[in-house]
């Protein structure tokens, strides 16, 4: 292939390889050529041309296939345009003359196609300047037209429009003999032909004047014409030429208009023209007379729905303004046309008028008006239909009959109804809550006038009616409640009137259906209501016979529809339910006989209505709610079920008897049955399979139905793949509702709601936009047909054998079209029972059965029908899965082998390919593999049979699903498919539309068998992968857009595979020009495809974009409005147009991942797109004047104007020519404001985003750089903007950004003004964006949502101004009063758990703002107070703005609602512990509910507490620990506390409790709660909930009440320390860790002050018998300690936890393992070494908790454990601080050490055995090793240190330990660092002074030589440094107080070496000056020492320096030269002695 890459063809390599690879090669040079040409140099592109010219008309004649001629004419063209034109004329006559020539045999005609396809080309590219020789080219192709076959015509015709297209109005003069010869091939055979005639004159129209305006009525007759027998194809081309040209006749689009007077048409003209099409069709106006005779046949399918795809082409040509101004005569129009008497024929013809009429308006309004308008549109229908009802009322209020007319017009008027109505419930749904202004206008009057028609006659206007009340009250559910008390209390009032019982009855089951798309849900008591109603009608019934029926039928509607209601309602009305199910059937067999006796036909009529209806209602039931569906249930429900089988068998005789007029209530009672067993289980009913079977068999069989009823089941059965077979892909077009009217079973696409009223409280299927259940004959048999795939698996194998028997003699027995119906539902049924039988792995059967199953379905495998083959290959697959054995399987394809081998006709090839695919698909790979060779061969052959393009199709599509599932075992077979796949491609015509498919699925498949290999560099894999290349550019040049949908996806294969080699700089391009293609699955494909690409690449993807929208500037063909929002805003704008969910989901995912890649770097441009976005509120009045008034009580006018100008732009800037599109809609707008969330989130890495003084300085760096800060401004005004939009959805987000926006920015401060916050200047927004979700008619989510933002604004301390804060905080004050109002509040809208949930959110925001006030309290007394802060400075405080926040503002503002506070929280967390018990304790739940839920909605209501408990538990912690447990509260509140309770039942008790009863009850409320919670916290938890949770114990443990509960309590304080240790276990963050050790610290403080009071009492009791005290303590005298009871285990095990998972290498077991490598003990993360330091202080708290016994058992684990912590962590820090942990240990072993145990008698051995071995270890842990070089000496000296001065009595004589710690202290003196060196010294005092001479004179023996050398050295290296000179200082200090302890006798020995020592430190004074400053001090330190100790030991110090006079005179000389300096320096010095006499090291902890 890379040969072909050369600008001219390479011969030599053409003709070395094959004939068949040739055209690939030569396909592939073209395609090099098509890029390279435009880029090219044009000199290099001039020398080559007349070759290149050679090359390509040779190319001409060489045949080529059809990509291959539209390549090469497009080259030939492009190398004109760039090179030399001169030889132009030549080749157009070379083409010409091939045109012209009179060989007509089909090896020529590829030829004279290329050659018309260059001349095409020719025109297209260079128009005007192939000047006048276009009238002969256009003669001779209108001449070729003549004589041409189908694919010459469509050539010919698709190159006369390129030439119209290049020429424009210049070919004129030839406008009308296209025309003419055109105009006639609309109604050719060939489908691809009318296409391009289409085409051809879509194209002449914009030039040719006569076309709309002589001619137009001509052109409408043709279009008509050409729409009969149409496929989708014809109909989609021909209904844009009927709308364009009408709407050009309409608005002429240009001046040639202006030029000849015309007389342009008149709008009312335009639509009556339209008109006669859809009402008479094709056959004109004159030829009525014939039709006369016909019969008045009505018009042909096809054409009505092409027409009605040419309505609404025809609007959108004229766009969206023309149709809000002309919407009221358009409205008018389309309605008429459904009121036509010639539209509504017959029921099912009605219904299908009615289908494109409401399409024609959903189309148009839905997509083309902006959500403005679109109100507008609304007031239009509600008048429409308003006149409509008054008509209707004058009618039938007419009693004398005068009108006679009317009842015609009263019937008419239904189907007008049905479609205004249905189209304002989609307007009021679509525009969901930005519709209220349409509801609440009163001029409107939308609901009386929706609600007016429920009375209307006909059942089909009530309903439509009901279906729209549904639409308003999900769009607004604060509609819902005040609908249903409307309907209800007309119900009742109306009981007399038949059509207001139906009406009412509808409109309240559609409410009932609508509440589960409504969140916040209905009041439970209206479900009582509705009960009581449905009751007293069916009681009411049998009273008035005028009214029998329809109370009968609204009865059990109402019960049907409370079912959706769910089992939580239901469960209370289940009994009554049940009783009057069973009353409603006979009780027995008698009583089913004395039925039958009596009756009249009407009360058998009304039986069977009220029976089908209550299993209608039964079947409800079972539907929506499975939980109530007990054994017990279902027994009782099955006897009225059985009761109606057996009156089933009984009635046709009643029929019969009184007439038929019955059988449509009978089949409602069947189909009824039918739907409630199949949801049942069979073996409920096992013992009726026989009589069911029956039933059901004769049903679908038609057996006692004349009619040819066919099921609608096939398809959904057959599989989805298969659609290319069936033509059911048309399901999947923006046409899908009105072309499933053409699909070919029985009554399709004519679903309406009065087939089955009960589908009005239904869900609706997905994708559907309103139920349209189809009529009652095709329901039944849908019914049965399922039901009988639900049995089957369950019936045994003999009736199995006599039903398939029974199917093939019924099909022998019909004939004809009866014939193919009773096989279409045989067929159906059977693959519903394999399918059955597959999904419940059961088998088929012995052989017989297996033989009658085969021969049923290989006999439809040849039937014509291709239904019926798809479904038999479809069984024969499903058989052979269900049979698996492999013989059956080898016999079923050898079967077809043998057949496709002989066979020659189309039928039989086609259904045997397909049985062998099929085959594959279901037994997969492995099961088929033997048969895989023969199969691919035999689908090759037939693939490449070119006589009929059908088989190609079938053969292919099979070999696609062999490909498919064979997997890796297809490998050997890819290169021959794949090169067939390739020479089809290129040479099957491009009119066989399905080939082309079929062929993408292999090319697909094939792709996908290839897989991961395709990245190879191999010959063969290079190969593979250019031929699929090759291929999808192929299938991407397609013309139709299913076949490109189909290389799309192949090349999105190709790039998952292979991403290297999919170039997408040509690849995105493509995809953004499809976004707007007119085909749903082309959209589909390419979103799915920009999705794939832009996970990985979105950056590129984003670029190519943009590049196309630069490109398209010069090529005007390219319909894509890029701007400068680029491809992102394309999506964006999608969003509002797009229905389908699939697209929308992935346009979403797509940009999600734009946004996640992109969002950061590209910060304005992503911002700006959600402004643009969110800033389109439907009226500017909502959102701006708002911002711009907030803004006016600030100072900062600056930022006013800013705003003003931008609200100016985005309202003007919009001029209407560059944006045609309308206003982003609502679900945009929230799309947009998850995004702003999403980007929020996103910046959260960098904090550059969050510190505006970084940020500018990063800014002012690089320019380009973006930061979040910088668009605060722009961020809260979104979020304002969505918050207060009229969109609830969008107010939920904008809340929500609105809070996080908060959350992030809340601590940024403000450069400028230092102390204060950057949000500070938003404050007046946020609280406008809150306010309005505080008004009394906001729904309850957004309140509870505003609450949450409401609190962590005050909580987030940006405003510090009380008066600021009151306004945020009033919001919340008025809301607690809501609280307080208690559970009886009137008006309800919504059910019991939204209260719920806005109260509890209430409360939950009070206790998150009351926590963060007590933190603020405790910070600001901890903190020391403000140094002066008398009176006179506190007025001018108040001047500056009161600045700093007083201590307790927050809290002044909670406290007046404390103590009402307190008792609602308490009141909800005893809600909440009642509701987290276990099911089983269910009986002791409190029967009325708690304080904020009642028990109905007890479900909803566990939900809402689990989210608001933590908080709340956390105020009431802390409001518990401040007033000592209410103590305050209690004394004064008791009274008031009932009054105002909302009903807490435990109130009344209150008042007798004790305190201490209280106290106790509420520390278990609250343990409990903790408890249960900590021991299984949810992991989707949020891990604030577990922070709440421990924090409230924390402080609750803190106060002194809790403290003494939970010590009194031993095996409670267990609990909770195992439930901790659980905790631990899973929850990993340091915080929580954190927080867990200070909860144990307290409980273990709990029990150690329960310990000293219990000594205390033991004490004063005792005090003569000292001896036989028992021990107190855990351990007792034994000391043992038992797990489980005993505290210190429990604690001991969570600590070694802790312990071990930050230090794994305290672990014993872990240095023994031999995996082990000894680890480098390494610095501990700042959050780690602070939880093992508190750790480590619980730990040597534990042993005070024993008696001497247990903590002698203890003591070696925590002794072992501290100094394993004091070894791991006591590294050297760079600053010589001691890290948190080495100080806990070191606090540890002193808390241990100088414990009172050593003082107990009998533990003395073992005590002094304890401390002997700490200090070993502590001794072996500190010996320097090379592995450990950077040991922290000094701590390790400290413990040793530690040890000798505290014990010191157990280690006196012990002299191997004595030697230990003399090396340790001897190593640090020779430490050569200083610092250790200084320690050391000041340690080594500490030992020295030790009060035990025993133990310090050792010491002093030893060491003192050592210092006193040390000290000599320095004379000779005076020291550098400060720490150095400070090293010298301590020595100095040790041996002066060596000699203070000395005896007088030796003091002269001692001063002897320390006077010496320091006189050689002195400098002479020479030296003095010139002397660093280290080294000055040195000098000066040791005379200041000298001069004190002079005066100290005056005899001494005589004779010392008596004794050496050199010394004499340095001290004097010394003293003089210090003299001689100022007095004022002397002064100075004086000074220093005392402050030097401190040490300047001190210890951080004071240890001794």
Same mark, same amino acid.
């Given at each position: ?487 209800? /209390? ?29 969140? %916040? ?160 289980? #069979? ?299 390739? =020479? ?108 794939? !690409? ?29 701007? /400068? ?142 930061? !979040? ?60 964006? !809150?306010?309005?979700?505080?008004? #009394? ?120 609602? %404390?103590?009402?506070?307190?008792? %609602? ?63 305050? /509260? ?95 276990? =899973? ?291 005076? #020291? ?129």
């Amino acid at each position: 292939m890379e040969l072909a890459h050369s600008l001219l063809l390479n011969e030599e390599a053409l003709a070395q390889i094959t004939e068949a690879k040739r055209p690939v090669f030569i396909f592939e040079w073209l395609r090099f050529l098509d890029k390279v040409l435009v880029t090219a140099n044009r000199v290099d592109v001039k020398e080559k041309q007349k070759k290149l010219v050679e090359q390509l008309t040779g190319l001409i004649s060489s045949a080529p296939g059809p990509p291959t001629r539209k390549l090469l004419a497009k080259n030939l063209a492009t190398l004109y345009s760039i090179g030399d034109t001169f030889t132009v004329f030549q080749t157009l006559d070379k083409c010409n003359e091939i045109i012209k020539s009179k060989d007509d045999t089909p090896a020529y005609l590829p030829t004279k196609l290329a050659a018309v396809a260059c001349v095409g080309a020719f025109y297209d590219k260079m128009g005007r300047m192939l000047g006048s020789s276009f009238p002969d080219t256009i003669n001779n192709m209108l001449k070729a037209l003549k004589s041409a076959e189908s694919q010459g015509r469509g050539e010919i015709l698709l190159s006369l429009q390129k030439v119209l297209c290049g020429l424009g109005g210049a070919a004129a003069s030839c406008h009308r003999d296209i025309y003419k010869n055109a105009r006639s091939l609309l109604t050719d055979r060939s489908m691809a032909v009318r296409c391009a005639v289409a085409k051809c004159l879509l194209e002449l129209q914009n030039e040719a004047v006569f076309m709309w305006t002589t001619e137009l009525e001509n052109v409408a007759t043709l279009c008509y014409k050409a729409l009969e027998g149409s496929n989708y194809g014809v109909r989609v081309e021909v209904a844009k030429l009927l709308g364009t040209v009408m709407a050009t006749a309409l608005l002429p689009k240009h001046a040639s208009v202006m030029r000849q007077n015309v007389k342009r048409a008149t709008l009312e003209e335009v639509l009556e023209l339209m008109a006669t099409g859809f009402l008479r069709g094709g056959s004109g106006f004159l030829k009525s007379g014939g039709e006369m005779l016909k019969g008045g046949g009505s018009v042909s399918r096809e054409v009505r729905v092409g027409i009605t795809q040419a309505y609404v082409v025809f609007v959108t040509t004229l766009g969206g303004q023309w149709l809000e101004r002309n919407f009221a005569t358009f409205l008018s129009h389309v309605l008429d046309l459904v009121s036509h008497p010639r539209a509504t024929q017959t029921h099912v013809e009605a219904v299908y008028s009615r289908r494109c009429v409401s399409f024609m308006l959903r189309a148009t309004l839905g997509g083309l008006l902006g959500e403005k308008a679109q109100i507008a549109a609304g007031k239009e229908i509600c008048q429409a239909i308003s006149k409509q009802m008054r008509a209707v009322e004058a009618v039938v209020n007419d009693i004398s009959g005068e009108n006679k007319a009317g009842a015609a017009d009263v019937s008419a008027s239904q189907h007008v109804m049905v479609c205004a109505l249905k189209e304002l419930g989609s307007l009021v749904q679509s525009l969901s809550a930005t519709a209220s202004p349409l509801i609440q206008e009163p001029s409107i009057g939308l609901l009386e006038t929706v609600t007016s028609v429920l009375l209307h006659p006909s059942m089909a206007a009530r309903l439509a009616a009901a279906w729209c009340l549904r639409c308003v009250a999900v769009a607004l559910p604060y509609q819902l409640t005040p609908l249903l008390d409307r309907c209800a /209390e007309r119900i009742n009032s109306l009981k007399s009137s038949p059509e207001a019982v139906s009406g009412y009855s509808f409109a309240m089951a559609a409410l009932l259906g609508g509440v589960h798309q409504c969140p %916040l849900g209905i009041p439970h008591s209206k479900g009582k209501l509705v009960v009581s109603i449905a009751e007293d009608l069916l009681r009411t019934a049998a009273q008035n016979s005028r009214l029998s029926l329809q109370r009968t039928q609204a009865g059990w509607l109402l019960l049907g529809a409370l079912m959706t209601l769910g089992p939580s309602l239901v469960r209370y009305h289940l009994p009554k339910m049940l009783l009057l199910w069973r009353n409603v059937f006979p009780r027995s067999q008698k009583e089913l006989e004395a039925e039958k006796a009596r009756g009249d036909a009407f009360t058998w009529q009304v039986t069977l209505e009220g029976r089908a209806g209550a299993l209608c209602a039964m079947r409800s039931f079972v539907a929506h709610c499975p939980e109530l569906l007990t054994e017990d249930v279902i027994r009782r429900l099955m006897t009225p079920i059985e009761c109606a089988m057996t009156m089933m068998s009984h009635v046709p005789a009643i029929i019969k008897v009184h007439g038929a007029h019955l059988k449509a209530s009978a089949a409602m009672v069947r189909l009824r049955l039918y739907d409630i067993l199949a949801l049942l289980p #069979p073996k409920t009913y096992e013992g009726s399979f026989n009589a069911l079977l029956r039933e059901l068999v004769a049903e679908f069989t038609l057996t006692d139905n004349s009619a040819n009823t066919t099921t609608s089941l096939l398809r959904s059965l057959c599989h989805y793949d298969d659609s290319v077979l069936m033509g059911s892909w048309l399901q999947e077009t923006d046409h899908k509702c009105i072309e499933d009217q053409l699909q070919p079973n029985s009554a399709s696409g004519s679903g309406a709601l009065e087939h089955d009223p009960s589908s009005i409280y239904l869900r609706v299927p997905v994708g559907e936009a309103i139920p349209g259940p189809l009529p009652l004959g095709v329901s039944v048999i849908d019914a049965s047909v399922a039901l009988f795939g639900v049995v089957f698996p369950h019936v045994s194998f003999k009736h199995r054998l006599q039903m398939l028997d029974h199917f093939a003699e019924c099909i022998k027995q019909a004939k004809g079209v009866r014939q193919q119906a009773v096989q279409l539902n045989i067929f159906t049924a059977v693959l519903s029972a394999l399918k059955g039988l597959a999904e419940n792995k059961s088998t088929l059967g012995p052989e017989e059965v297996r033989k009658s199953a085969l021969a049923l379905v290989m006999g439809a495998l040849d039937n014509p029908n291709p239904i019926l083959r798809c479904a038999a290959g479809e069984a024969l697959g499903r058989m052979a899965q269900v049979v698996g054995e492999a013989t059956f399987i080898a016999r079923m394809a050898q079967t077809s082998f043998d057949k496709l081998k002989s066979a020659r006709d189309v039928v039989s090839r086609t259904g045997h390919s397909l049985a062998l695919g099929c085959l594959h698909r279901y037994v997969g790979g492995i099961g088929s593999g033997q048969h895989l060779k023969t199969s691919v061969s035999i689908l090759l052959a037939l693939a490449q049979d070119g006589s009929s393009h059908e088989v190609q199709t079938w053969a292919l599509h099979s070999l696609a699903l062999i490909v498919d599932s064979s997997g890796p075992m297809y490998r050997g077979y890819v290169e021959p498919t794949l090169s067939l796949v390739l =020479t089809l491609l290129l040479t099957v015509p491009p009119s066989h539309i399905e080939v082309h498919q079929c062929l993408g699925r292999c090319l697909g498949a094939l792709i996908t068998t290839v897989g991961p290999e395709l990245q190879g560099n191999g010959a063969t894999i290079s190969t593979i992968r250019s031929s699929c290349l090759v291929g999808c550019a192929i299938m991407q040049d397609h013309s139709d857009s299913l076949v490109q949908a189909a290389a799309i996806s192949c090349l999105q294969q190709l790039h998952m595979f292979a991403p290297r080699h999919v170039n997408l700089s040509s690849l995105v391009p493509c995809l953004c020009v499809h976004l707007c293609s007119p085909h749903l699955l082309l959209r589909r494909a390419a979103v799915a495809c920009l999705r794939q !690409l832009a996970q990985r690449e979105a950056p590129e993807v984003c670029e190519y974009a943009m590049s196309l929208a630069k490109r398209g500037g010069d090529n005007n063909t390219i319909h894509l409005n890029i701007t /400068e929002t680029g491809l992102e805003g394309v999506l964006f704008g999608m969003l509002d147009r797009e229905t389908d969910r699939k697209l929308c989901s992935d346009i979403h995912d797509t940009l999600g991942h734009m946004l996640s890649s992109l969002a950061v770097e590209k910060l304005s441009h992503w911002l700006k797109l959600c402004k643009d976005v969110l800033a389109a509120t439907t009226g500017k009045d909502v959102g701006a004047p708002v911002v711009v008034e907030v803004e006016k009580d600030e100072e900062d006018s600056e930022k006013k104007d800013e705003m003003d100008d931008d609200s100016m732009f985005t309202g003007l800037g919009e001029d209407d020519k560059s944006k045609p599109s309308v206003a982003p809609r609502w679900v945009t707008r929230v799309f947009a404001a998850d995004c702003l969330c999403r980007i929020i989130l996103l910046c959260e890495n960098d904090k550059a985003h969050f510190d505006l003084a970084a940020a500018r300085s990063a800014q002012a760096k690089n320019p380009k750089g973006d930061q !979040l800060v910088l668009h605060l401004s722009d961020l809260i005004r979104m979020a304002f903007m969505a918050a207060t939009d009229h969109s609830n959805q969008l107010r939920m987000a904008g809340l929500q950004a609105l809070e996080d926006i908060i959350k992030k920015f809340a601590s940024v401060p403000e450069p400028e003004f230092p102390g204060h916050v950057i949000l500070e200047q938003y404050q007046a927004n946020v609280g406008a964006a !809150l306010r309005p979700a505080f008004s #009394p008619d906001t729904p309850s989510d957004i309140t509870a949502k505003a609450c949450q933002v409401c609190s962590t604004w005050i909580g987030s301390g940006v405003v510090s101004d009380l008066n600021d804060l009151r306004r945020v905080h009033n919001l919340l004050v008025s809301s607690l009063d809501k609280v307080q109002a208690g559970k009886g509040s009137s008006s309800q809208l919504y059910s019991e758990s939204a209260t719920t949930m806005e109260k509890l959110a209430v409360l939950k925001a009070w206790a998150e703002v009351y926590v963060v006030a007590m933190n603020i309290k405790k910070d600001a007394e901890s903190k020391p107070a403000k140094p002066v802060q008398s009176g006179e400075d506190d007025d001018d405080e108040d001047d500056m703005g009161a600045d700093v926040l007083p201590p307790d503002s927050l809290i002044t503002l909670v406290q007046p609602e %404390l103590p009402s506070l307190s008792r %609602l929280w308490l009141a909800m967390l005893r809600d909440y512990a009642l509701l987290t018990l276990p099911a089983e304790f269910s009986s002791q739940l409190p029967p009325d509910g708690g304080a904020f839920y009642t028990p109905e909605t007890i479900d909803t209501a566990r939900l809402h507490y689990r989210s608001s408990w933590a908080p709340v538990l956390h105020a009431v912690a802390l409001w518990l620990s401040s007033t000592e447990f209410g103590a305050a /509260e209690e004394k004064e509140d008791v009274p008031s506390a009932l009054s105002k309770a909302p009903a807490i039942s435990q109130a009344a008790s209150s008042t007798t409790k004790s305190f201490e009863e209280s106290v106790k009850d509420r520390m278990h409320l609250m343990l409990g709660v903790s408890i249960e919670f900590l021991c299984f916290p949810r992991p989707e938890e949020p891990i604030h909930n577990v922070m709440s949770c421990l924090h409230a114990l924390f402080t609750l443990l803190a106060s002194p009440c809790a403290k003494i509960h939970i010590a009194e309590d031993q095996l409670l304080a267990v609990e909770l320390l195992n439930v901790l240790h659980r905790l631990l276990l =899973t929850r990993d963050p340091p915080a929580v860790q954190l927080q867990v050790t200070a909860v144990v610290q307290e409980t273990i403080r709990a029990a150690q002050d329960h310990l000293q009071r219990q000594k205390a009492g033991k004490g004063k009791e005792e005090e003569g018998e000292k001896d036989s005290q028992p021990s107190l303590g855990e351990g007792a005298d034994t000391g043992e300690l038992v797990p489980g009871k005993s505290l210190v285990f429990a604690a001991m095990e969570l600590l070694v936890f802790i312990l071990v998972r930050h230090l794994p290498q305290l672990n014993a077991r872990v240095k023994e393992s031999p995996s082990h490598v000894p680890l480098r003990p390494q610095r501990l993360p700042e959050e780690s070494a602070r939880l093992v330091a508190n750790t480590v202080s619980i730990l040597a708290e534990l042993p005070s908790l024993c008696s001497p016994a247990g903590s002698m058992t203890i003591l070696p684990t925590v002794l072992f454990l501290i100094t394993g912590v004091l070894r791991e962590t006591a590294l050297k820090t760079a600053d010589n601080s001691v890290p948190v942990t080495v100080t806990a240990a070191l606090q540890g072993i002193k808390t241990i050490i100088t414990s009172p145990l050593a003082r107990v008698e009998g533990m003395q051995t073992q005590w002094s055995g304890l401390v002997r071995s700490g200090l070993a270890s502590v001794l072996e842990n500190s010996r320097p090793e090379e592995s450990r070089p950077d040991m922290d000496e000094v701590s390790m000296l400290t413990a040793i240190t530690l040890f000798l001065l505290s014990a010191s009595n157990e280690l006196v004589g012990v002299i191997v330990l004595q030697k230990g710690c003399m090396d340790r202290f001897r190593n640090a003196l020779n430490s050569s660092d200083p610092w250790v060196q200084a320690r050391c010294y000041q340690l080594l005092l500490s030992v020295f002074q030790h009060s035990s001479r025993a133990l310090s004179t050792p010491y002093i023996h030893a060491l003192a030589p050592l210092m006193v050398e040390k000290l000599k050295a320095v004379e000779r290296s005076r #020291p550098g440094t400060a720490a150095e000179l400070q090293a010298v200082q301590e020595g100095i200090r040790v041996l002066e107080n060596l000699v203070g302890m000395g005896e007088e006798q030796n003091r002269v020995q001692l001063l002897a070496l320390l006077v010496p020592t320091l006189i050689s430190y002195l400098l002479d004074e020479n030296a003095i000056s010139s002397a660093p400053q280290v080294s000055r001090a040195l000098h000066e330190f040791a005379l200041q020492n000298l001069m004190r100790i002079g005066p100290l030991y005056p005899a001494a110090f005589k004779t010392v320096i008596g004794a050496a006079p050199e010394l004499k005179i340095r001290l004097e000389s010394a003293i003089l030269a210090n003299q001689a300096s100022s007095r004022a320096k002397a002064a100075a010095r004086l000074a220093q002695p005392q402050v030097q006499a401190a040490p300047t090291i001190k210890l951080k902890t004071n240890f001794f």
